[in-house]
């Protein structure tokens, strides 16, 4: 199983994969709470909680087909400043995340675009 980052809980590496389109109702409730706001933190003490966040959202994204593009609107912001962060594994998965995003796109008939 793909992890962008260990480490950052039983839902970060299993219940996207393994519940997909039916994980959303959960993550809107429970997770998107927690892990939204932290998708634009900053400052070395918050790099840890951005990269699970960014992780998290990416998983929606990929395993929860065209219903998890909702959430793309929100990560994009993110993704687009972690690609030019300092950090490597923030780099690194913000660009596994805009390939993620092109690629379901892509498949859910709606383009790169």
């Known amino acids: ?15 996207p994969q393994a519940m997909g389109e039916s994980f959303l109702p959960l993550f809107t409730k429970i997770q998107e709470p927690l892990f939204g706001p932290l998708l ?5 003490t918050s790099d840890h909680f951005r990269l699970n966040a ?15 593009l909702a959430y793309v609107p929100k990560l994009l912001p993110s993704l687009a400043s972690c690609i030019q962060s300092e950090l490597a594994s923030l780099r690194q998965c913000a660009y596994y995340g805009v390939g993620i995003v092109a690629q379901v796109r892509a498949d859910a008939g709606n383009g790169c675009a």
């Open 54 to 68: 960014l992780c998290v959202y990416i998983d929606v994204v990929e395993w929860c087909g065209a219903a998890g």
């Open 1 to 15: 199983m793909r992890q962008c980052y260990h480490g950052a809980g039983l839902s970060r590496l299993c219940l």
């Open 40 to 44: 634009m933190a900053g400052g070395a």
